[in-house]
Every structure is written in C-alpha cells, then in structure tokens.
C-alpha cells in the first residue's frame, strides 16, 4: 500500500469519526486524486503510437541508426512515458535502452540508437515497451509490442583471385559468345551489319526499309548461367569445426554469387537450410542478373540456419531441373559423398558443367572427383575458392 492511499484511508476514516468541512475537502481532494490517477493513464493508452524504422539488412560490421517515432494525441498532458527497446547483443553493445519522457498534447517524439552487425544472422530488435503513468506510479499501464522488427546480417564477401581459377569455368576470360549456339527460328531483333557477320543472317527488308544492311540477332540455346548449390544440412557438416565449416561456406558463397553478378552473369542459388523468417527449409533462386538479384541473394544468406530434417542436398539438385544446358552448377559442401560423386556426374550428362568446392577436402575426395573429370576447388579460412593444392 503506498503513502498515498494510506493518508487517504486516515482522511475518510478521520471523515467519518468528525465530519468537518476542512476534514471532507482534503478527504475527497485526495479520492479525487486517485481517481484521476486511475483513469489518466487508462485514457492515454489509447493516444500513443509508435512507430520504428530500422533497415531491413545490413552488411557486417556495417553501423546504423534506429529510431522510433512515438506520437502523442491526448488532450491532457502526460507526465511520464518510459519507453523500454531490447537488442540482441550481436547487434549492440547496450542490451536494452531506457528513455523517459514527458509528452503534451499532439507532440511527437524521436528516439535514435546506434546498433552495428557483429555475425550474420536474422536478428529481431524488440519488443519494445511502454509504460504510461500519472504522477503517481501506482497507477502504471504497460503497453507491449505484439511484433519485433527483424534485422538480417548479410554474410561477408571477399575478393576473388579469379585468375587461378579453371579456365573452363564461366567466370573466366573465354570468349563464350564465339561457342553459343543459336536457334535460327528465335529472332530477338536486328543490329546495324559488321564485318564478319554471316551473310545468311542479313535482314533484307530490314536493310531496305533502313537503308543500311541490319542483321537478324538470334537467341540462344545454350544459356550462361550459374547455379550455386549450397549444402547446409547438418549432416552434410560433421566434425569438431562444423559451424566454421558452414560459415565459411556461406561467405564462400556470397562471394562466388557477387563477383559473377558484378560480371554481368546471371547467378541463382538452391540451397537445403532452413529460413527462420519464413519458417521453412529450402531456399530456390531461379538465376538473374542485377544489383537487386544481389542483395536478395545474400539476404537470403544471410537468414540461412543449418537444418535436420531435410533432404540431402543429392536428393535437392536431382529433382526438376532449373538450368538450360551449357550452364554450370557450382556445389558447395562439406565432404564428398559417393551419393553427390553419383548425381554430379549425371548432371554432366545433361550437358552441364559442374563444379565441386569443398571446404575441407579430403585426398580421396580429390582422387574420386579428378577420377570421373570433375574440377575440384576448396575453402580457405577466409572464405575465398581456392585451387585444392
């Protein structure tokens, strides 16, 4: 019971015992009180908003500001509003921030915090709680936000060395426009005549409308993609150094997607981890090309967490096909199975390339994969695809 209430009940007990005017005003002006405190923040709850805006990803190691916007639209003033913000420790150094405030009629409010990425990961900032009260604290109310806003950590990406790379792969310097083959019956539109064009491809209605020789481009048929298949079943990973396994495997991957979408190449990735945000396992990005492709690509990463009961990542990439032949699959595991030796090597046959990365490989790995022509990469420990020594 707080001070208050007991000199109230003195008042009304005192009241009853001498029912003096100065004794009654003091007693119903501190009922009065209390009704008011009662009623005030009850009133109040239901004028507050708020609002926070934080980005959706962000880069690791990468520093940004949050704010969240608290608006007031009550017509009585509000004494005091203690507004309570949890961030998870990956994000800041603070684990919860604190603010007081005191808020008049229409007044709108801004609070700002800094938070920086440590780890990759899906984060959720929250819940955010407020506490709304009169002068007098023990008539509190507390409102609780019903959802936190989620915060993706996309994984690092490091520099390629692409010149010791095999030069059969699709990020190398070969001149793929002089292998393509084209299909006559698919016409994507004209171009102005160079020398070397074939003769057959000149469009003479074209040319005369124009007046000036046009050639027919072709679409064609055998596709530049890349296909980044990620293993991330727990399975896939054993070993005391799993999780740095993993890890290095997404960075790796990361940066495979971005150095060939900085090339202009269209990149998809497939993958058997589990997406926290969405609460599903299996992740499927057909390839595309662009700067926006990118970054969905590595907020996809980003929020990736390894699973258990999933399918094998054999099981995965032998199901419908989603390359065109000529493209290449570029795996990215653990350890080399005979079930993925067997199902990359039915792959080629599909007139695809294929590509092994590795994060600790084994000499028999290298001896079964070199065995059936399959090229072999591995991990370093940070993150970049080397050649196996």
Same mark, same amino acid.
């Given at each position: ?24 005003? @003091? ?5 009065g009180l209390q009704v008011i405190g009662w009623f005030w923040p ?27 916007? @608290? ?10 509003? @203690? ?13 919860? #921030?604190?603010? @007081? ?14 938070? &920086? ?28 936000? &019903? ?27 070969? #001149? ?88 202009? $190449? ?28 990118? #970054? ?73 994969? $070199? ?9 370093? #420990? ?8």
């Open positions: 019971m707080t001070p208050l209430r007991i000199v109230t009940g003195i008042a009304v007990i005192w009241l009853i015992f001498d029912p003096q005017p100065v004794v009654g005003f @003091v007693a119903y002006t501190l009922i009850r009133i109040a709850r239901n004028q507050i908003t708020w609002q926070r805006c934080a980005p959706l990803a962000l880069a690791p190691d990468e520093v940004a500001e949050v704010e969240i916007h @608290v608006t007031y639209r009550g017509w009585l003033p509000l004494p005091y509003l @203690v507004v309570r913000e949890d961030i998870p420790v990956m994000l800041g150094n603070v684990p919860r #921030r604190e603010w @007081v405030l005191s808020l008049w009629p229409g007044q709108r409010h801004t609070l700002r915090y800094p938070i &920086q990425c440590r780890q990759r990961g899906l984060y959720w900032l929250g819940p955010l709680s407020l506490r709304i009260g009169s002068v007098f604290e023990q008539n509190e109310i507390q409102l609780t936000e &019903q959802q936190p806003t989620p915060i993706t950590v996309t994984p690092a990406v490091v520099s390629l060395r692409l010149l010791h790379l095999i030069a059969a792969l699709p990020y190398s310097q070969e #001149r793929y426009h002089l292998s393509l083959f084209e299909d006559a019956t698919q016409k994507t539109g004209v171009r102005t005549y160079q020398v070397g064009d074939p003769p057959r491809r000149i469009d003479w209605k074209t040319s005369a409308r124009l007046g000036d020789l046009q050639v027919r481009e072709l679409t064609p048929t055998i596709a530049r993609e890349t296909l980044i298949v990620l293993a991330f079943a727990e399975a896939e990973y054993p070993g005391r150094f799993a999780y740095d396994n993993r890890e290095r495997a997404v960075v790796a991957t990361a940066s495979l997607a971005s150095t060939l979408i900085q090339r202009r $190449q269209a990149v998809g990735l497939c993958s058997n981890g589990y997406d926290p945000l969405h609460r599903k396992a299996g992740i499927t990005l057909l390839p595309a090309t662009g700067i926006e492709h990118l #970054r969905e690509l590595l907020v996809r990463l980003g929020r990736l967490e390894p699973a258990t009961d999933v399918p094998l990542i054999e099981e995965v990439i032998t199901g419908e096909p989603i390359l065109r032949p000529g493209a290449t699959l570029v795996l990215i595991t653990g350890a080399l199975s005979t079930q993925i030796l067997t199902t990359l090597v039915t792959i080629r046959q599909r007139a695809m390339k294929v590509v092994l990365v590795l994060t600790d490989p084994f000499l028999s790995d290298l001896l079964q994969a $070199q065995q059936y022509g399959i090229v072999t990469l591995q991990i370093d #420990r940070t993150g970049a695809i080397i050649p196996c020594a």
